[in-house]
């Protein structure tokens, strides 16, 4: 496999757009998706606002709530690897809705206080996220055509918002339902089981698509600009999940109130959805999308360095900008990913890679954050690993801006 320059314009993608992708069925669709999408989020921020009440209650240590923040997220890279392989299976339909059931049952069964069933809980969930990140951008390249760019803006957009609301809503709840943490975390489930509800009757008939049936693309782990995209997607993870894992306890440590703490990362997480619906359109207008990416990447990682050491009343200003980067940061990676492939097979494999070794990646920015703070007792050396993971993510998005594609042979299953 190699790399190729991009045409000049777009190739028509086999089989798109379908019948049942046109008209009504294509708006019902879009609505499907963005429902899923709102509920790909809700297992971070949901944990993080409450985790010192969670910590208190059922005695997990400092290193323990660690590896519970990060277990999720290092199952968003072990289960996004077989997904691709999962849809050439079942088909790519009922492979989202096994996600949504796995997705649904892990964020209910979060409501215990046993340790054991906690870290089994976050596993079903990011496994189940792990999958619906891969399978949603395959689909949308291969039933949106030529609104590929708007659809990729919606589906960040609902990544964003539906973090946003746990993030100022958790706390809240939890003292509505008689401070009872279990309770705020269960009740996430509810919205999951309604989007699993709203995708099955696509998942009882899914649609027929011609295929590569029994093929896969070849050599993309030996391939330089599919490992730029893979990292610039990792990368940009590891901040968006310290944040979402860590920003509360952090401003929290600074002296700020537990509700305001997260409300400044819902404000965050919400303005993330300004931003990721303006970046997939620029981006697939600009022939090169390196320099966007350094952008990008400068105003994401100045930002949240800056919400962790000036003064504290500066914080809404900085993490408001935080989130605006994070979302264009979210937004540009997905859309490497379809700019990058030249069709829907090529884009499902990408983005196996891409979220699988780049979640991986991921995983260890709170964890490292956590390890950080049980050495030093402070959360103020997480600066220097922020610069670290910005600088590199600088690095890989201008790699993967560059005006090529991942060309795809196939291989045989």
Sequence with gaps: MSSQPCPSRPAPVPGTPTTDAQGRSLIWLAISVFLIALNLRT???????????????????????????????????????????????????????????LLTLGLALRATPSHALLFIASAMGGAGIAMCNVLLPSLIKRDFGPWTAAMTGLFTMGLCGGAAVPAAATQPLRDMLGQSWMAALAIWAVPALVAALVWAPRAIRPVRIPRLTGQRPAGLWKNRLAWQVTLFMGLQSALAYIMMGWLPPMLRERGMAADTAGYVMGVAIFLQVVSTLAIPPLASRLRNQSLLAV??????????????????????????????????????????????????????????????????????????????????????????????????????????GRSRQVSAGTAHD
């Design 295 to 400: 952008a990008i990447t400068a105003t994401t990682t100045l930002s949240f360095i800056a919400s962790l050491t000036l003064p504290l009343g500066t914080v809404w200003l900085w993490c408001s900008l935080l989130g605006l980067g994070l979302g264009a940061s979210i937004a540009l990676a997905i859309m490497l990913i379809v700019l990058r492939s030249s069709d829907n097979h090529t884009t499902a494999q990408l983005s196996g890679m891409a979220q699988g070794i780049g979640y991986m990646i991921a995983a260890a920015g709170p964890l490292l954050a956590g390890i950080l703070h049980d050495i030093t007792g402070t959360f103020e050396q997480a600066v220097y690993l922020i610069l670290a993971i910005g600088v590199a993510q600088g690095t890989c998005g201008y790699g993967a």
């Design 43 to 101: 297992l971070f921020p949901s944990l993080s606002v409450i985790l010192p009440e969670l910590m208190s209650a059922t005695g997990l240590s400092a290193s323990s709530a660690s590896i519970l923040t990060t277990l999720p997220v290092l199952c968003l890279g072990i289960f996004a690897i077989p997904a691709p392989a999962l849809a050439r299976r079942f088909g790519t339909e009922r492979a989202l809705m096994g996600a949504l059931v």
